[in-house]
T-cell receptor, first 113, second 108 residues
């Protein structure tokens, strides 16, 4: 039982490049989330998917897009990376939206030069 | 105003000490509350939920004060393995908001 997995673990991009962060969970959870964590800012919600087929903006959605590919997978895309998007990105899942424990993946450390 | 505020610390305490963290929240309609633990360069993991009546899990006690809008975490008999950052999490109804975390180092 792997829980929540994320790829890649590390990535360096140049300004303007695009990339997709992948996330998958094997717990049959309905809800999935993307957060970013910056020093002194805590975790901030970028986008979430309360259930398969739905996605909604969180606190800091600008510059990102998401796709809930199926119940297991939720990807985050940076279309044109900016240095301000240098951060650690965590994917999380929970059984239901805003209910109970969130399980986090190991994170992706992204640097945009 | 931030939804959730925590004292970042750091708290440096000797083994065996008792330490308490507070976390204040701004939305009085907040419905659920949690403490998560995050080790250095790792993902957050749930430590415990916080219930209205207060709850205890071994050496850890969490309390909620709705009147003053804060939650607390008490750690008794601190162990070296308790060294981590503790994040409070609040749900005001639309999403989870995380505090910036309080850093704890337990010293031998």
């Amino acid at each position: 039982n792997a829980g929540v997995t994320q790829t890649p673990k590390f990535q360096v991009l140049k300004t303007g490049q695009s990339m997709t962060l992948q996330c998958a969970q094997d717990m049959n959870h309905n809800s999935m989330y993307w957060y970013r964590q910056d020093p002194g800012m805590g975790l901030r919600l970028i986008y979430y998917s309360a259930s398969e087929g739905t996605t909604d903006k969180g606190e800091v959605p600008n510059g990102y897009n998401v796709s809930r590919l199926n119940k297991r997978e939720f990807s985050l895309r940076l279309e044109s990376a900016a240095p301000s998007q240098t951060s650690v990105y965590f994917c999380a899942s929970s059984e239901a939206h805003l209910f109970g424990e969130q399980f986090f993946g190991p994170g992706t450390r992204l640097t945009v030069l | 105003r931030k939804e959730v505020e925590q004292d970042p610390g750091p708290f440096n305490v000797p083994e065996g000490a008792t330490v308490a963290f507070n976390c204040t929240y701004s939305n009085s309609a907040s419905q659920s509350f949690f403490w998560y633990r995050q080790d250095c360069r790792k993902e957050p993991k749930l430590l415990m939920s916080v219930y209205s009546s207060g709850n205890e899990d071994g050496r850890f006690t969490a309390q909620l004060n709705r009147a003053s809008q804060y939650i607390s975490l008490l750690i008794r008999d601190s162990k070296l393995s308790d060294s981590a950052t503790y994040l409070c999490v609040v749900n005001p109804g639309n999403q989870f908001y995380f505090g910036t975390g309080t850093s704890l180092t337990v010293i031998p």
